[in-house]
């Protein structure tokens, strides 16, 4: 049986991962500056991810058995979701798309300090899908978890990450980050 489970354990990991990630900014802010709280909220944003979507949101599920298992991926695009999500009033299709969004713009926050950016930007948002791949992997091999991989979930993540490296662009001009390079 899965051990922990439910919105408390979410909102406690939540927020121990916070602190974990304000006081990774504090040390590195001499460093880095304004990229240092860029950089522990980004990590804090896959964090929150991780923690949204690998624990079960009811409590704990108990056993899943064998043959409730599905053996691959849903490859049924736009296929059978929810239509709400405990924190969310939209369906699970805009949950998907906008929790990714906040680690675009933040890549872009982050990645604009350096020259090496136009590179960083690109790559982080390969990272980023290859997390969404793995996070939805991840759910069709812990069945305890009582989720379910859906490739549908990927292209929404990788939506929401495009939308947010966008909205990052832009906002990158108005924060202009590199200023701050030494």
Same mark, same amino acid.
């Not at 960083?120 to 793995?134: D, K, N, R």
């Not at 292209?155 to 662009?169: E, H, P, Q, R, S």
């Given at each position: 049986?899965?051990?922990?489970?439910?919105?408390?354990?979410? /909102? #406690?990991? @939540?927020?121990?991962?916070?602190?974990?990630? +304000?006081? &990774?900014? *504090?040390?590195?802010? !001499?460093?880095?500056?304004?990229?240092?709280?860029?950089?522990?909220?980004?990590?804090?944003?896959?964090?929150?991810?991780?923690?949204?979507?690998?624990?079960?949101?009811?409590?704990?599920?108990?056993?899943?058995?064998?043959?409730?298992?599905?053996?691959?991926?849903?490859?049924?695009?736009?296929?059978?979701?929810?239509?709400?999500?405990?924190?969310?009033?939209?369906?699970?299709? /805009? #949950?998907? @798309?906008?929790?990714?969004?906040?680690?675009? +713009?933040? &890549?872009? *926050?982050?990645?604009? !300090?350096?020259?090496?950016?136009?590179?960083?930007?690109?790559?982080?948002?390969?990272?980023?899908?290859?997390?969404?791949?793995?996070?939805?992997?991840?759910?069709?091999?812990?069945?305890?978890?009582?989720?379910?991989?859906?490739?549908?979930?990927?292209?929404?993540?990788?939506?929401?990450?495009?939308?947010?490296?966008?909205?990052?662009?832009?906002?990158?001009?108005?924060?202009?980050?590199?200023?701050?390079?030494?």
């Amino acid at each position: 049986m899965f051990p922990v489970g439910g919105i408390e354990v979410m /909102l #406690l990991g @939540t927020a121990l991962s916070a602190a974990v990630c +304000v006081v &990774l900014a *504090l040390v590195l802010r !001499r460093r880095l500056g304004f990229t240092a709280w860029t950089l522990a909220a980004l990590l804090w944003s896959l964090v929150v991810i991780a923690i949204i979507t690998l624990i079960p949101a009811s409590g704990a599920p108990g056993i899943v058995p064998a043959e409730g298992r599905l053996d691959t991926c849903s490859f049924d695009i736009g296929g059978p979701a929810p239509d709400g999500f405990w924190i969310f009033s939209g369906g699970q299709r /805009l #949950l998907n @798309t906008v929790v990714f969004v906040p680690p675009g +713009v933040l &890549l872009v *926050l982050t990645a604009a !300090r350096w020259r090496i950016g136009w590179v960083l930007v690109p790559l982080g948002l390969v990272l980023l899908a290859g997390y969404s791949a793995g996070i939805e992997l991840t759910q069709l091999e812990l069945a305890r978890i009582d989720r379910a991989c859906d490739v549908t979930d990927i292209i929404d993540n990788v939506t929401g990450a495009v939308i947010g490296v966008l909205v990052g662009l832009v906002l990158a001009v108005v924060v202009r980050p590199w200023r701050l390079r030494r």
